[in-house]
């Protein structure tokens, strides 16, 4: 039986309905969802009539010889719907409910067996940089379909049988069944190809589609910086307790400039730095510490949307972001689904919290007497992103999950303590007000060693009005409060000698802090060694894809 395929989505006005002909022609229609079945099937009629007729046309020659006069109009064939049991559908029903998977279609003598919304395909991407022993993650987008019920194939080229260099156009199954290829040593020189077949979790399945590699397998470069670590995070760990990462992942738009090239990573091979290749390295740590959290910071929107989410999603997590508005990058939290659900998010841009929101409404009449410093804060388009999130095994444990990063200027302390007193009070309004008593994790590249007064207003609750940090930049941009939070925040890895290693500098700048009162720290995943982090002197390198590293930890409920 021939397929009529229909897509009928509820918020679209029209379905569509896609045919052939019995003579070979293709139909695709367009009609309003509430138009009654028997104007469609009306119109179906005359496009079929239309169809036998220019089928019909044939020369004067082949006319005379099989006797025809050719003046005969084509008379349109009965044209009916029956449903899945076999009663016919009344012409009075409204298509979107008449056009039901399963119905068939008769044209006449042919008949069409009705797939609604059937698995389609809308793309399929594979990464442009394929490394051996990293693993290759596509982009699978479809609609009426997820990639977990989709079916991978794939294959590599077949090497010539003299032992050339050029590889010969035929293909040989490489692996079956997994949405994730790594690809051998093996494989290096040789090109990979992708056949997905659409599904959905009702054993339905869509036309397949394939995708090449634009280029082959290059060789990988060796071990990484976070191979060891890989050694303590290889499972996920239990229900009672959740492993958090933090990492600030080098956005393309900093590390892509002839600065960065020249004066920050001068000692970084410029191969290590494109996008391309760091992608193959995050992609391969991160899924490798099987994190149910990660909170990452300068992350481009297009390596969230083309990248990371189909890398993550394919390991279990499921993905949020938050641009900063000024610039292509922002924040992104991931979350194990399996352990997790999102119960709300309250992202803000400090800038605009300040100027908008009563929450902050001391504050910013404190901070409209220092208009320097206001105006500095003000320009600043850092953002701080807030989930919700609920235990799918035990629904009384909610978690909030706060993720920022704030202003970077070595002489901008003072700029940090506001931006970090938005930050706290924003919580506060979420995990008091909103959730009360909910337990706070606050991850992120806070642009502030241990020392600075951002840390210790974090960890202690309060900040003096007389604290050094509030004349970071001299004393025409001092700006004095004393500022308190209610929170009691450990930062659940310490206080590392760096997390942060470039050339002209390192330092400890990125933590997760936990709510001590609700949460402990089970373990915390060894940083690299300092042998590791500078064999190619300092970070970004081609073997560690940030100028940070990341924190881990595993945390359990009290």
């Known amino acids: 039986m021939e397929r009529a395929v229909v897509r009928c989505v509820p918020s679209e006005p029209k379905l569509s309905l896609r045919f052939v002909l019995p003579d070979g022609s293709a139909r695709h229609m367009q009609r309003d969802q509430a138009e009654p079945l028997g104007r469609a099937l009306a119109r179906i009629a005359t496009n079929a009539a239309k169809g036998h007729g220019k089928a019909g046309k044939k020369s004067k020659k082949a006319r005379a010889e099989e006797g025809a006069d050719g003046g005969e109009a084509a008379a349109a064939p009965a044209v009916r719907l029956f449903s899945r049991d076999g009663a016919a559908v009344s012409e009075e029903v409204p298509n979107a409910a008449a056009w039901q998977d399963g119905a068939v279609l008769h044209i006449g003598a042919a008949r069409y067996r009705v797939e609604r919304n059937p698995p389609a395909l809308t793309e399929l991407r594979l990464p442009r940089s394929l490394l051996a022993g990293f693993p290759v993650c596509p982009k699978v987008s479809a609609e009426f379909a997820a990639p977990q019920h989709c079916l991978f194939r794939w294959y590599r080229e077949q090497r010539p049988a003299g032992g050339g260099d050029a590889p010969g156009e035929a293909w040989v199954e490489a692996a ?4 994730v290829f790594t690809p051998s040593n093996a494989l290096v020189g040789l090109r990979l190809k ?6 959905d979790g009702e054993q339905r399945y869509g036309p397949a589609r394939e995708v090449e590699s634009s280029g082959p397998v290059e060789a990988g470069p060796g071990a990484c910086t976070f191979d060891n670590r890989h050694l303590y995070t290889k499972k996920v ?3 009672d307790s959740v492993r958090a990462v933090s990492y600030n992942i080098l956005a393309d738009t900093y590390a892509q400039t002839e600065f960065s090239r020249t004066v920050l990573y001068p000692y970084c091979a410029p191969y290590a730095l494109e996008i391309d290749y760091r992608q193959n390295l995050l992609k391969k740590e991160l899924a490798g510490y099987s994190a149910d959290l990660i909170c990452l910071q300068e992350v481009d929107k297009s390596v969230f949307v083309d990248s990371l989410v189909p890398a993550l999603d394919a390991f279990g997590l499921e993905g949020l972001f938050k641009i900063k ?7 992104a939290t991931f979350y194990r689904r399996d352990k997790f659900s999102l119960l709300s998010q309250h992202d803000i841009a400090f800038s605009e919290a300040l100027l908008s929101e009563p929450l902050h409404k001391e504050l910013s009449d404190q901070l409209a007497k220092y208009p320097l410093v206001q105006e500095k804060v003000l320009q600043r388009s850092s953002v701080l992103q ?3 999130l609920q235990s799918t095994t035990d629904p009384s444990r909610k978690l909030c999950v706060a993720n920022t990063h704030l202003y ?7 700029i940090r303590l506001i931006q970090i007193a938005v930050a706290l009070s924003h919580i506060k309004h979420i995990a008091c007000d909103l959730y009360p008593n909910i337990p706070v994790i606050f991850c992120g590249d806070f642009n502030s060693t241990p020392s600075s007064g951002t840390y210790s207003f974090i960890s202690s609750g309060a900040i003096a009005e ?3 940090d509030w004349v970071s930049n001299g004393e025409e941009e001092r700006c004095s409060m004393a500022l308190s939070h209610p929170f009691k925040l450990l930062s659940a890895c310490g206080e590392p000698a760096y997390t942060n290693y470039v050339g002209g500098f390192h330092g ?4 997760i802090f936990i709510d001590k009162n609700a949460l402990e720290v089970e373990q915390v995943i060894p940083l690299p060694t300092h042998e590791e982090v500078t064999t190619h002197q300092a970070l970004p390198s081609v073997s560690h894809p940030s100028d940070h590293i990341a924190l881990i930890c595993d945390l359990k409920w009290k």
């Not at 079956?176 to 949405?179: A, D, N, S, V």
């Not at 970077?408 to 003072?414: A, D, V």
């Not at 400890?508 to 933590?511: F, K, P, Q, S």
């Open 408 to 414: 970077w200027h070595p002489k901008g302390g003072n």
């Open 466 to 468: 007389d604290h050094e």
């Open 176 to 179: 079956e069944g997994e949405r």
């Open 237 to 239: 760990c239990g229900q």
């Open 386 to 388: 807030v989930s919700v």
């Open 194 to 199: 992708l056949r997905c077949t659409p599904g």
């Open 325 to 331: 508005e000024k610039q292509h990058e922002g924040l």
């Open 508 to 511: 400890c700048l990125d933590y």
